[in-house]
């Protein structure tokens, strides 16, 4: 047995993170016997059949099941045994495990997932292993056909991938499903978490060391004279749990803002004036789709005047991002690279193809990464500016703000220069 890094409960189960050498195992001891789970099974179908469940609710499922057992079992031992039966079977326990980001399987075999926890100690774990696995061909294809069903779209052989998402009140996490005759002959669930259960405020990232006071100082400045940000950065860095912390703590509820995303993270706040564009979901193939470049230009023509956030800018929608920014608007965008050169020279090369005076609109490019101070962190390494340069007709970075606690930078984030020239 390996080191305990972590243990903690999810509904009656007992969740166990091992390290072994240089991997980490995921352990689930569920604290429900079989004969009891079976037992309020048969119990729920009698209570549907005879209409004990009114419309056949999870609750009300619940509230018969426990009249049945004339009160013998608490409510949660009823709730998880039923929650697996009637929802996601083997899935479960990892859908509502709020540490687990990134759910996977290639087949049958252990199932995978990517852990918060081991992420913020060690981020080059990325997926750890299970004890959770799906014993045969059979059993896999059976969970991939109830999260389809569950996503109200359908897979088969003529649209052998499906991405969609599960209902709201199930979390809304994006999934990927793919037939086995596509993906080698085994076949491939993958499961997004919508991070929704796990917000971070800025207050919260300078505890754990992502960025400190000064660093949200200077933010706040760009924020509040409506200045571009883009946040870049390896990934697993922190871009999107940053972009999130921004918008939520900075961005006044009544700007009027347009959020456009591919996957939806980040959800407009109640009572705001706020709206949100997703990218629609079709078949593989099918031309006409609608994407995160049409969507901006749709927000272009709304009443949108202050800030346009684009979940992970990509494509062309930085093109009509830029225009957007010289009509006045603000942008706020994250984009992969490990550091800020890189950034520029993706956005001024094909497919994007920005020029030098169209990347210098962006006032402040925020840099993540990994260091190693007390343990591997992910955090603000520095926040920089482009600007042009008419001597050499190109782009320098001007440097605002530098990681100053002494940590030691891992990977490619290397040492950011005061002056950075791209081209």
């Known amino acids: 047995m390996g080191e305990v890094v972590m243990r903690y409960r999810v509904g009656t189960a007992e969740v166990t993170l091992l390290r072994e050498g240089d991997s980490y195992l995921y352990v ?34 619940i509230r018969a099941v426990k009249e049945l057992l004339k009160g013998d079992e608490d409510d949660l ?41 081991i992420l913020r100690k060690d981020p080059s774990a990325d997926f750890i292993r299970t004890n959770i696995s799906f014993v045969n061909e059979t059993d896999f294809i059976q969970h991939l056909y109830l999260l389809s069903e569950r996503s109200g779209r359908i897979i088969s052989h003529l649209t052998p991938i499906l991405d969609a998402n599960l209902p709201e009140e199930d979390g809304g996490h994006r999934i990927h499903l793919v ?78 803002v347009a959020i456009i995303e591919d996957t939806p993270e980040i959800d407009p706040l109640p009572g705001s004036s706020w709206v949100r564009y997703i990218v629609p979901l079709g078949k593989i193939g099918e031309e006409g789709l609608i994407d995160q470049m049409i969507l901006t230009k749709a927000a272009l023509r709304s009443s949108v005047n202050k800030f346009i956030i684009i979940g992970e800018t990509r494509g062309a929608e930085a093109r009509v991002l830029v225009q957007a920014m010289n009509m006045g608007m603000a942008g706020l965008t994250t984009f992969h690279g490990g550091t800020p050169r890189e950034a520029l020279l993706r956005l001024m090369s094909p497919p994007i193809s920005l020029g030098p005076h169209q990347v210098t609109m962006f006032k402040g490019i925020i840099t993540l990464g990994f260091c190693e101070d007390g343990g591997v962190k ?29 940590g030691v930078i891992k990977g490619s984030l290397n040492k950011p220069e005061k002056v950075l020239r791209v081209g």
Do not use: C
Request: a positive charge; aromatic letters at 4%; zero cysteines.
């Open 28 to 61: 689930v001891n569920d604290a429900i016997p079989d004969e009891l789970k079976k037992r309020v099974r048969r119990l729920a179908e009698v209570a549907i059949v005879t209409g004990r469940s009114g419309k056949g609710t999870l609750l009300e499922i």
């Open 77 to 117: 031992t009823i709730s998880y045994s039923l929650r697996e039966h009637l929802k996601y079977g083997k899935l479960q326990i990892l859908i509502d495990d709020p540490h687990i980001e990134d759910i996977s399987a290639v087949g049958p075999g252990p199932i995978w997932v990517r852990h918060s926890e």
């Open 179 to 256: 037939l086995p005759h596509i993906a080698g002959g085994e076949g491939e669930i993958v499961i997004r978490k919508k991070k929704g259960s796990r917000l971070l405020g800025l207050k919260q990232l300078i505890q754990n060391g992502m960025l400190d006071d000064e660093a949200v100082n200077l933010i706040k400045g760009f924020i509040r004279d409506r200045k571009s940000l883009m946040i870049v950065g390896p990934p697993g860095s922190g871009k999107t749990t940053l972009l999130r912390a921004i918008v939520y703590d900075l961005i006044p509820k009544h700007w009027k």
């Open 378 to 406: 992910r955090r603000v390494i520095s926040i920089d500016e482009p600007v042009y340069d008419p001597y050499i007709k190109n782009v320098r970075m001007k440097n605002s703000y530098r990681m100053n606690r002494g």
